[in-house]
């Protein structure tokens, strides 16, 4: 399985030159203030009365107000970003199928779309409901993969949510490695419709 999943990080990172690194700024009297996170659109009583643990709580507020899809390996590190763990916080918990719902319903569009690959693996009925509303959804999201891009590339929705090329897992108890040994001369493609998204957020 880690020779499968490392072919999908990729192998651009490279070090800074000596002497490359930019002029440090001139000191300024003011103190630099630190970006405000975004305020969460779950309504915090909704969110206590689901009895999640003080994690699972806060992985929620997170997962809502993501403003990337995905991101499981970035940086040098190959470290899974902020909705990633907080995804993979949630599917620990007894509610996470209730907790995901709501992020589905109340959440940004990318914390939606993370909710959305999370119900595949937390409520397969639940994913095949919520994925026929997911299909209406319009417009574009930044999607983080893997590798070293600080970023995300702003990809349509649709295309994220049902590519007719991507990988079909059969369910919960599926992955990438047992789908490649069934299809052994296929090209790997993700989307959320056929599991793959899941699969690599899985934790590991």
């Known amino acids: ?8 990080l990729l192998s651009s990172c490279q070090p800074k030159e000596p002497g490359q690194d930019p002029p440090s700024p001139e000191p300024s009297s003011a103190s630099p203030r630190a970006p405000s996170p975004p305020a969460s659109p779950l309504d915090p009583a909704e969110v206590a ?10 992985a929620l507020q997170n ?26 916080q949630l599917w620990k918990e007894p509610k996470a199928k209730e907790a995901l719902a709501m992020v589905f319903t109340h959440g ?21 409901a919520a994925l026929a509303e997911a299909r209406k959804m319009k417009g574009e999201v930044a999607l983080m993969t893997s590798g070293c891009a600080p970023g995300g590339d702003m990809t349509p929705i649709a295309a994220i949510v049902d590519d007719p090329q991507a990988a079909r897992l ?12 069934r299809n052994p001369s296929a ?14 957020m899985r934790p590991r």
């Not at 059969?170 to 040994?181: C, E, I, Q, S, V």
């Open 1 to 8: 399985m880690r020779w499968f999943l490392a072919l999908l």
């Open 49 to 58: 009365a689901l009895g999640l643990s003080p994690d699972g709580a806060k």
């Open 63 to 88: 997962l809502a107000s993501a403003r990337h899809f995905g991101g499981w390996a970035v940086g040098a590190a190959g470290s899974p970003t902020p909705p990633v763990i907080a995804l993979r």
């Open 108 to 128: 940004t569009p990318e914390g939606r779309l993370m909710a959305l690959a999370g119900l595949f693996d937390a409520d397969p009925p639940s994913f095949a």
């Open 170 to 181: 059969t369910g919960p108890d599926d992955d990438l490695a047992k789908w490649a040994a």
């Open 187 to 200: 090209s790997l493609a993700f989307d959320i419709a056929g599991g793959g998204y899941t699969a690599v």
